[in-house]
């Protein structure tokens, strides 16, 4: 491969926005930030945390996101996932026992 050539993880890098790379600098980062994480998002992004949360919901689903970090988004997508997977059994309790008997 030359030099020149792009790598995958290069192009992916050129898709996301400077704010988009920003924010999961930021989110692999935020424990070293004074003050609490709405306090530093707010101050960084000028976004309200549920508006932060959902700009990084969309974002660790991007094929381009994955690229740019890959085990910071699969650790993330997998916290969505127990959350989500958390939420349903508070919400259905039936449900999600049928669901694991299975």
Same mark, same amino acid.
């Given at each position: 491969m030359a030099s &020149?050539? *792009?790598?995958p993880e =290069? =192009?992916?890098?050129h898709i996301l926005s400077d704010r988009d %790379? *920003?924010? +999961?600098?930021f989110e692999r980062e935020w424990w070293q930030? @004074?003050? @609490? %994480?709405e306090d530093s998002i707010r101050q960084?992004?000028?976004l309200s945390g549920a508006r932060y949360y959902q700009v990084l919901g969309a +974002?660790? &689903?991007s094929e381009a996101a994955l690229a740019y970090d890959p085990m910071l988004v699969k650790r993330l997508q =997998?916290? %969505?996932d127990e959350r989500s997977i &958390? =939420?349903? *059994?508070r919400i259905s309790p039936e449900t999600s026992k049928n669901s694991d008997e299975d």
């Open positions: &020149s050539e *792009a790598t =290069r =192009r992916a890098a %790379k *920003a924010i +999961l600098d930030h @004074s003050g @609490s %994480k960084a992004f000028a +974002l660790i &689903s =997998r916290m %969505k &958390s =939420r349903q *059994a």
